[in-house]
């Protein structure tokens, strides 16, 4: 009886951290939407569907060119100190530097794309943009990584905050005044990426004080290494997620782009609290586990409450179009319609990120990158077949489908690394 009760103690303990750790990442979710829920009409009613359209276009392009200058490498961060025990301050020094070398050629090769793509009176606003996401915003994501690392979602999100926080106060300071144009805009986040640089400096300099675990130190190939990996998993990824609107970009009038940035931004604030849920598990599968089936079993828990919430959103997306379109405003006439048919684009992202996130417990940064280089090239063969001939709803129903791609094959390679895992920590007890 005993033992019963100290497994269910246990059990209780190991729930409640979690739910906790979701909990909070669900905070920054939540004043995320906030904010968007008000910056959102004031900017699509100020920029019209072609301005809005070059807007988000413009943080597309520096989206993907985050991916290899910073998000990588805080990812690849949090694995060398959560999985391999590296010391948490010489990670910091050398992702730092390594952020530093990368983002200026970046930054001109961004520019370049954003002025072939969109022309070149854009010439000012993507120069800014880049070079704060780029920099700035990759000095304060190594910061960050560190935070959570070490302190988990509670303080991560805490920090994350003050961005939203800062592009509402800017927005609404804008729209009081009357000024909101596509430069004002970026201005106002530019402003806001600093504020959160400043915090997250602040937050890990007081954490590595408190907290400094001995650890081996890392390299520096094995952090390039590890951000290459990373960085080529997320751009696949992007590949899949943003890809759409690029594709649209060069083939439909920049008129349908924006009506489509429009209703992909309304869809995809449903997936907000399963962006929350995917945070909080980072920590739950990196830690070394060589329990059989470990992280199989936890993928398989996880894709539950996902594809749950993930009907949810759908169904709620239908009920809603009296609400969506007065959010978005009569000028854009086909954005409600174009709502309903990406419905259920959050219901897939979280079940096609469950199995990728076992492959990192396991280890498999190679396997992920790879299954990632193959579902984009399936994605990108799809938009560019089907969207030349039936417009947006082409590009949605090769989103649809390169997602299930993605969902089988993670599914797939998982089982089978768990599989070849579990083998070798069997060969390594019996020796």
Not at 186 to 210: E, K, Q
Request: hydrophobic share 55%; with cysteine; charged share 15%.
């Amino acid at each position: 009886m005993r033992s019963i009760a100290r497994q269910t103690r246990a059990l209780f303990s190991l729930v409640r951290s979690r739910a906790v750790e979701v909990v909070a990442a669900f905070g920054y979710e939540l004043v995320l939407l906030f904010s968007l829920a008000l910056i959102y009409p004031v900017t699509v009613r100020s920029l019209g569907p072609e301005g809005y359209g070059e807007y988000t276009t413009l943080y597309v392009i520096a989206g993907l060119a985050v991916t290899w200058v910073h998000a990588g490498c805080s990812a690849a961060m949090v694995q060398l100190i959560l999985q391999r025990h590296r010391t948490p301050g010489r990670v910091l020094q050398q992702a730092r530097r390594q952020v530093a070398l990368v983002a200026v050629p970046a930054c001109v090769l961004g520019v370049g794309a954003a002025v072939a793509l969109l022309g070149s009176h854009l010439w000012v606003a993507a120069t800014i943009i880049l070079a704060i996401d780029l920099l700035v915003g990759g000095i304060g994501s190594t910061y960050l990584a560190v935070v959570f690392a070490q302190r988990g979602a509670g303080p991560f999100s805490v920090i994350r905050s003050v961005n939203p926080l800062a592009r509402l106060v800017g927005v609404a300071g804008l729209a009081l005044v009357g000024k909101v144009t596509l430069l004002t805009l970026v201005l106002v986040n530019s402003v806001a990426t600093i504020a959160m640089l400043v915090a997250a400096r602040a937050w890990s300099r007081s954490v590595l004080r408190a907290d400094a675990p001995e650890g081996e130190p890392p390299s520096a190939r094995e952090l390039r290494s590890l951000s290459a990996m990373y960085s080529a998993s997320m751009s696949t990824n992007a590949a899949q997620g943003e890809a759409d609107k690029i594709v649209l970009a060069h083939f439909r009038p920049l008129a349908e782009v924006g009506e489509y940035q429009a209703a992909y931004r309304i869809a995809s604030i449903g997936a907000l609290p399963l962006q929350a849920l995917s945070t909080a598990a980072v920590r739950w599968f990196l830690p070394t586990d060589d329990r059989p089936r470990a992280h199989l079993r936890k993928a398989a828990m996880l894709s539950i409450p996902i594809a749950g919430y993930g009907l949810l959103v759908a169904a709620g997306l239908f009920v809603a179009q009296p609400i969506t379109q007065w959010v978005i405003g009569p000028e854009f006439e086909l954005a409600v319609t174009m709502t309903l048919w990406l419905s259920f684009v959050p219901l897939l992202f979280g079940l096609a990120e469950v199995p990728t996130m076992g492959m990192l417990g396991l280890g498999e940064n190679r396997v992920r990158m790879l299954m990632g280089f193959g579902t984009a090239f399936v994605a990108l063969v799809l938009l560019v077949v089907l969207t030349p001939m039936y417009g947006w709803r082409g590009t949605v129903v090769a989103i649809y489908l390169s997602e299930l791609v993605s969902i089988v094959a993670g599914w797939v390679l998982l089982y089978r690394c768990q599989v070849r895992y579990d083998e070798r920590r069997a060969s390594s007890r019996e020796a």
